[in-house]
């Protein structure tokens, strides 16, 4: 598979025109681009140009809305609330960004709850730019059933991800961003592509048995919670914190059956932002630096995170690595 380079701003760039012919508003093109190619340049493969057909599709179907106008509710004095329209949640964020950072100026905490919103992306870059400046930061998104509950016979939770960044004295945040089932859904996509198979333990098949083919996991199998009922606990309480608190489906509660190409999950999303200036960790980025070091010290020397910055500052030195194959069907839908 031959791969080419592009520079980040010219990936952008023809992202944003392709969201752009394919059904969004400007600003959620712009937000979504940004997003996908950050994705792509990081080496989050799930997450980057290989989503492309994924939201397009789910475009063409109508079962979300490109040009949704995302409405920022003042719930309380630590509380927004963004109604995304049936839209993408990124551009909500977006939306209820500057007033979530005044209300955790202002309390030292604060939270935004996004409903009625599709999330299609990696996590962690709704998380890391609060890092960036100097808060803590949580995010929880649930998606579509595909994952047994432990113990259970049936998917009921979506894959979940919960991703957290801190600041960190002298480096880049220390961000983590995971399914809370055994591989994300998109994992599982490209194993089936590039025909591997997967460890024991990440999947069942359409009859509930035990596989390591992503093709019976994708073909009426499901996926299974990492760590067993400890990572279901996690599924669950993000189902809780991503769904119910923010009013948005749960991911067994909605039915794309009836938009046929429809890949976003229609749920919710929560962040939960934190000043830790305002508390006795006053120092709180030279703590984080402290706990890293000492991680280091018993031999953890690969913290999370690390990989993608490393891809990072290599795809800024050479550009983004893109397949030819993909630049190509990237250019082709503008035409
Ligand atoms: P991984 O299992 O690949 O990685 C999870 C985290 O662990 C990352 O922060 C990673 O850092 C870190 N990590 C990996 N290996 C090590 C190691 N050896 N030592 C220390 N840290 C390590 O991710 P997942 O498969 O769980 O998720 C992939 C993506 O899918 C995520 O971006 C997630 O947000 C996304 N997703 C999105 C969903 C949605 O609904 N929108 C649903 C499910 C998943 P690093 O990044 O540096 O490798
Ligand atoms: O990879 O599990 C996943 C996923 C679900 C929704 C977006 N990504």
């Known amino acids: 598979m031959s791969q080419e380079r592009i520079p980040f701003d010219e990936l952008v760039s023809l992202l944003t025109q392709v969201f752009r012919r394919h059904g969004t508003s400007e600003t959620a093109a712009d937000v979504l681009a940004r997003n996908c190619a950050s994705a792509q340049r990081d080496g989050s493969d799930s997450h980057g140009v290989f989503r492309m057909p994924g939201y397009l599709s789910t475009l063409a179907s109508g079962w979300v809305d490109g040009n949704a106008q995302p409405v920022v509710e003042d719930c309380a004095p630590g509380f927004v609330a963004v109604d995304a329209g049936n839209g993408f949640a990124q551009p909500a964020l977006e939306a209820g960004r500057e007033l979530l950072l005044e209300k955790v100026r202002q309390n030292g905490i604060a939270l935004m709850a996004i409903r009625n919103s599709h999330h299609f992306a990696a996590l962690w870059p709704d998380v890391e730019p609060f890092a960036r400046q100097g808060l803590v930061a949580l995010a929880l998104v649930n998606s579509m059933a ?19 960044a801190a600041p960190r004295t002298g480096h880049d945040p220390l961000v983590f961003d995971l399914a809370t089932c055994a591989i994300a859904h998109g994992d599982v996509q490209i194993a089936a592509k590039e025909g591997k198979t997967l460890p024991e333990g990440y999947g069942v098949d359409a009859d509930g048995q035990p596989t390591c083919d992503p093709e019976k996991i994708l073909d009426g199998g499901a996926l299974l919670p990492f760590g067993g009922y400890k990572g279901s606990a996690l599924s669950m309480m993000v189902e809780l914190m991503a769904a119910a608190l923010t009013g948005g489906n749960f991911s067994f509660e909605f039915d794309w059956s009836g938009h046929p190409g429809a890949k976003t999950p229609w749920t919710g999303e929560l962040l939960i932002v934190i000043d ?14 402290t706990l890293v070091q000492a991680m280091v010290g018993v031999g953890q020397t690969r913290q999370p995170g690390d990989r993608r910055y490393r891809q990072r500052a290599e795809s800024q030195r050479l550009g983004v690595a893109i397949t030819a194959a993909d630049l190509a069907y990237l250019k082709g839908l503008l035409d």
Do not use: H, M, W
């Open 276 to 289: 830790p200036a305002r508390g006795a960790g006053s120092n709180f980025a030279d703590r984080t630096e």
């Open 146 to 164: 595909c994952v047994v509950p432990a113990g259970g016979r049936k998917p009921l939770f979506g894959t979940n991800p919960i991703s957290f």
